[in-house]
């Protein structure tokens, strides 16, 4: 019934013919030696609409879509020839499409937008073999839960590995396909899981959409079966495989979350059979560590991901063609990244490719002939060019390996054999199946546990409640309880009773953060505990907390704020006032806003004043937003009394402030130099080490010297930057003085502001982090990465790139050499 077959027929055929005036021409971007950027065609956008997508057909030549419009057909010259590239329109009644794949002898199209039947998956074909297009076919319709053309919809289609099935990528938008999925390897059971309320975004954005998010699922070439393979994305555009058979993605944040707690950075991720990776609205989002969710392979930053390949088909040298590359439209830059096994999964380390402002890249594809990448620019009406990188052998003057290979897991390949064998276990099994999954319950590798029990979830509970209840061993009743928890009803007294031998204090940190997850899916999905579990529970979180460990202390004092543990309020009233993270402290003000009763006068005041403080923060758009949501619901909870004693208090509150900055607020120690804190250039890390040292003190620097505003370390801090994680892996002491010291003597590629000089005499330098509405943002001050310039694309002068780093200099002068050392020694540690 969803399948509607048109035959469209035009009296000039089916194929329009643009004249294109432009040579290829060589483009300036900022590539590895022995690479060349070039020019092929420059879009007229008055008439061709800006191009969003790309693939390459039997004969390779390129087919692209408008946003808002067409199907193109682009032929493009050889490498060194000085032919002109042709660009048809293909004249059928489709477009609006996100997402093109050229397969067998069909056009695959994934309208995204009004177009044709509307969202869905198309197959285009030439019936009568004259080399032009001329039916379209409806494989099946997506239903959106909005207006049909919005963002976050309807992406890629990639083959699978044999040819004969097909991926289809979408963004938490995109809705469903009609009539469901058909089947799922992820279970059915999904739901939003908070144990606390959460805020939605202040400005609504995607206040209606819940589970699953962004989803990847499999269907056959006629389009007929759908499975669903993996869920909990945000805004995945596209995917791919690598030889092993294995999928990657490129998954987006949420920029305006910089600075919450629940901020989660672009990331790639393993597309595993089941995946979970914990997308949720506002501040719903599942951390990582959480046992029901999955980590990523390899966190990026800040970005606006688009386009993923393989270069396996490049003619690009080792590494190279080895690599992963992935596309970040906001920012103009494509990035490599070396995956490789690691346990059951992967992880790597990235590095920039190709820069060039601007570069609103939107996808990437290998052309099978030439064995070049090509590239489109375009998206939100801006302005779209093709561009092809290709390999000259004769221009490479080094042999830099694109980054240091981490050391190879030698017991990778049996943990992904095994991981792959219980992911043939994700759909209903005979009884013997169980015996199959249990053991792997308690698995030391993550990803075999996600595995089984997903698996588990799978079959029939009757076929294995009654083993949990003989089982002795703390992993496997923890993964089994999780398990039994989404699966069915009305157990959760019985699987209270089966976690009460378990206590906090005697887990590995792994065990504990588990524990806690099961409890709160526990209470989510079957209820409120009964005193006696919160009377015993409560003060096991208590007695832990604070630990220092900020994984460990958002879960202990979120289980607090359920329970409204007696006795709460002050240890978390005190990891507020002393928490270096602003995160960790916007945590905790939200874990404490729900808590009625137990509060002085004088906590109510410390906790409020928090507000102030808050202010100062840096993050993303809605960081204010939240803390004023935040204030707003602890507010609620005063007595008439508390609001009297509070008045003056929270009406200074809403009066703008400037306050300083800890490094503002301390004196000037001096200007320091490289020299004068390092004599020998050649010191080395152990010798930092090897000094006394206070670490405690060197963390507190790390917030001090305002080096977490822009850096992270161990997923904390900021993501303007680079992360600073590792980094004497990478840097002698010399260098990373120098680097802060002297931030404009080197200054990284993906890190490079641009100077944009506008007609009327205007210079702006910053980073270019956004395009579209008719021109650029351009973000100038690191320490507010929220605030950005608009510049209007018919203002432009000229862009060129910029001498002066991003990174303000002066941020160790108001700290003393031993304060400096203790840094270095912290970074030392991390």
């Not at 294995?246 to 998954?251: K, N, P, V």
């Not at 209270?496 to 526990?522: F, H, M, S, V």
């Not at 080197?746 to 210079?763: L, M, N, S, Y």
Request: hydrophobic share 35%.
């Amino acid at each position: 019934m969803n399948r509607f077959v048109l035959f469209l027929s035009c009296v000039v055929g089916c194929l329009t013919t643009f004249p294109s005036f432009a040579q290829t021409r060589r483009a300036d971007f900022t590539l590895p030696s022995g690479f060349v950027a070039e020019e092929i065609y420059e879009v007229p956008n008055s008439d061709q609409g800006s191009w969003i997508c790309l693939t390459v057909d039997d004969r390779g030549r390129l087919i692209a879509s408008d946003q808002k419009g067409s199907l193109y057909r682009l032929t493009v010259p050889e490498p060194g020839s000085s032919d002109l590239p042709l660009v048809e329109k293909i004249d059928l009644d489709i477009g609006m499409a996100m997402g093109l794949l050229y397969h067998g002898d069909a056009l695959y199209v994934m309208v995204n937008g009004k177009s044709a039947q509307g969202p869905g998956l198309y197959r285009v074909r030439d019936t009568d073999q004259d080399d032009q297009f001329d039916s379209i076919e409806l494989l099946r319709g997506i239903e959106p839960p909005g207006k049909p053309g919005a963002g976050h919809g309807n992406h890629a289609i990639v083959p699978s590995p044999d040819g004969k099935s097909l991926y289809v990528v979408c963004g938490n938008m995109a809705g469903k396909p009609v009539g469901g999925f058909d089947s799922s390897r992820v279970p059915k059971n999904w739901n939003e899981d908070q144990l606390l309320p959460r805020m939605a975004d202040s400005r609504g954005h995607a206040a209606n959409v819940m589970a699953p998010g962004g989803w990847i699922a499999k269907t056959d070439l006629d389009g007929r079966h759908w499975e669903l393979t993996c869920s909990g994305f945000r805004n995945v555009y596209d995917a791919a495989f690598n030889r092993d058979g294995d999928l990657f993605t490129y998954d987006a944040d949420m920029e305006f979350d910089l600075g919450t707690p629940w901020y989660r950075p672009t990331r790639i991720c393993h597309v595993i059979s089941g995946g979970e990776f914990g997308w949720r609205n506002g501040s719903g989002k599942w951390p990582a560590y959480y046992p029901d969710s999955l980590p990523s392979a390899i966190d990026i930053g800040l970005g606006s991901p688009t386009g993923v390949t393989f270069g396996y088909d490049t003619n690009f040298p080792t590494p190279y063609r080895d690599a992963f590359f992935f596309c970040d439209w906001s920012y103009g830059r494509i990035y490599t990244a070396n995956l490789q096994k690691s346990g059951a999964t992967y992880t790597g380390e990235q590095q920039l490719f190709a820069s060039f402002a601007p570069l609103p890249v939107v996808d990437i594809v290998v052309h099978p002939l030439d064995h070049s990448l090509y590239l489109v620019t375009g998206g939100r009406g801006v302005q779209s060019h093709i561009y092809r990188i290709r390999y000259d052998a004769d221009r490479d003057g080094t042999t830099t390996p694109i980054v240091a290979s981490p050391k190879r897991d030698p017991n990778a390949n049996s943990l992904h054999s095994l991981r792959r064998s219980l992911e043939e276990m994700h759909q209903p099994l005979d009884s013997n199946g169980v015996d199959q999954i249990w053991p792997h319950l308690k698995h030391h590798d993550r990803h075999i546990r996600f595995a089984a029990r997903v698996a588990l979830e799978h079959q029939p509970a009757d076929q294995w409640q009654d083993r949990l209840s003989a089982e002795t061993d703390p992993q496997t009743i923890i993964e089994a309880t999780i398990a039994l928890a989404r699966c069915t009803e009305n157990v959760g007294q019985r699987l209270l009773r089966k976690l009460d031998p378990l206590k906090l204090k005697t887990l590995d940190r792994t065990l504990q953060l588990d524990l806690l997850r099961a409890y709160g899916l526990i209470f989510i999905r079957h209820g409120r505990p009964t005193g006696t579990v919160a009377s015993q529970l409560g003060p096991q979180c208590l007695a832990l907390f604070p630990t220092h460990d900020s994984p460990l202390d958002r879960e202990l004092s979120r289980m607090l704020a359920y329970l409204r543990t007696d006795g709460s309020i002050e240890p978390m009233l005190k990891a507020l006032e002393t928490a270096d993270s602003s995160d960790d402290q916007m945590h905790i003000a939200l874990m404490l806003r729900g808590f009625d009763q137990g509060w002085s006068i004088d906590q109510r005041r410390r906790y409020f004043r928090w507000f102030g403080r808050a202010n100062a923060f840096a993050g993303g758009r809605t960081n204010g937003e939240f803390a004023r949501q935040i204030r707003q619901d602890a507010e609620a909870t005063l007595n008439d009394g508390e609001q009297a004693k509070l008045e003056s208090l929270l009406k200074n509150l809403d009066k703008p402030t400037s306050q300083p900055t800890v490094t503002q607020s301390r004196p000037m120690v001096k200007q320091w130099t490289v020299t004068e804190l390092l004599p020998d250039r050649d010191s080395s890390w152990q010798d930092i080490r090897s000094a006394e040292r206070d670490t405690k003190q060197g963390e507190h620097m790390f917030a001090v010297a305002m080096c977490n505003r822009c850096h992270q370390v161990r997923s904390q801090g900021g993501r303007v930057g680079p992360d600073l994680s590792g980094a004497t892996n990478r840097f002698s002491p010399h260098d990373l003085l120098e680097a802060i010291i002297e931030p404009n003597k080197t200054i990284p590629h993906e890190f490079q502001a641009v100077k944009v000089v506008t007609d009327d005499g205007k210079v702006v330098v910053g980073q270019v982090v956004n395009y579209g509405g008719g021109g650029m943002s351009v973000r100038t001050n690191q320490m507010e990465p929220w605030k950005l310039t608009k510049i209007e694309e018919n203002s432009i002068e000229q862009i060129s790139p910029s001498t002066t780093s991003l990174m303000p200099a002066g941020l160790l002068d108001t700290l003393n050499k031993q304060e400096i050392f203790d840094l270095l020694g912290w970074l030392a540690e991390q």
